[in-house]
T-cell receptor
Framework: EDQVTQSPEALRLQEGESSSLNCSYT??????LFWYRQDPGKGPEFLFT???AGEEKEKERLKATLTKKESFLHITAPKPEDSATYLC????????????FGQGTRLTINP | GAGVSQSPSNKVTEKGKDVELRCDPI?????LYWYRQSLGQGLEFLIY????????KSGLPSDRFSAERTGGSVSTLTIQRTQQEDSAVYLC????????????FGPGTRLTVL
């Protein structure tokens, strides 16, 4: 069964304190792994797509990496505006090509 | 260009009433998805439209849920005889439809069933 597990569920950091969020997945034939950011009351905002193990992508203070079993979202020197829920999803390579989401990591950056 | 738009942003209804939720995808995107986000459940797939093909309804939780897409663009999700467990945020996403293409989400409709 296609499954995505994110950890931790919640993370509190001080401004400037770097850390990583984890996304473990089980899917037969990964089509793509997606990271989204979601602010309260809003829809998910696209961050990155990773397609193959070893791939890395960066955007400002965020860097996403991918292995055959998991992905990490590294946050370097975060700022309070980075506070949000970060969602990981894998695309199922069958039928509707739907996204299977993890439960998300709620990140809070304290000033 | 404009992103995915959804209306209404909030909907409060009474148990047993029917509701319609609307999604306007990004222009040129042929694939359209509906997801539901409930507290403690995360996002779950409901239905998928691709061009003029028959929709994939495999995620619809019951026959009270239906959706249509007119002219390959705007989509409407209809929930008949709403129940309290239908309360959730309903999210629409669209993509160019090629495998691996990014799905871009709208702001969602928050449905509350009293």
């Amino acid at each position: 069964e296609d499954q995505v597990t994110q950890s931790p569920e919640a993370l509190r950091l001080q401004e400037g304190e770097s850390s990583s969020l984890n996304c473990s997945y089980t899917v037969s034939g990964l089509r793509g792994l997606f990271w989204y950011r979601q602010d309260p009351g809003k829809g998910p905002e696209f961050l990155f797509t990773l397609y193959s193990a070893g791939e890395e992508k960066e955007k400002e203070r965020l860097k996403a990496t991918l292995t055959k079993k998991e992905s990490f979202l590294h946050i370097t020197a975060p700022k309070p505006e980075d506070s949000a829920t970060y969602l990981c999803a894998v695309q199922v390579p069958r039928g509707a090509q739907k996204l299977v989401f993890g439960q998300g990591t709620r990140l809070t950056i304290n000033p | 260009g404009a992103g995915v738009s959804q209306s209404p942003s909030n909907k409060v209804t009474e148990k047993g009433k029917d509701v319609e939720l609307r999604c306007d995808p990004i222009s040129g995107h042929t694939a359209l998805y509906w997801y539901r986000q409930s507290l403690g459940q995360g996002l779950e797939f409901l239905i998928y439209f691709q061009g003029n093909s028959a929709p994939d309804k495999s995620g619809l939780p019951s026959d009270r849920f239906s959706a249509e897409r007119t002219g390959g663009s705007v989509s409407t999700l209809t929930i008949q005889r709403t129940q309290q467990e239908d309360s959730a945020v309903y999210l629409c996403a669209s993509s160019l439809a090629h495998r691996g293409d990014t799905q871009y989400f709208g702001p969602g409709t928050r449905l509350t069933v009293l």
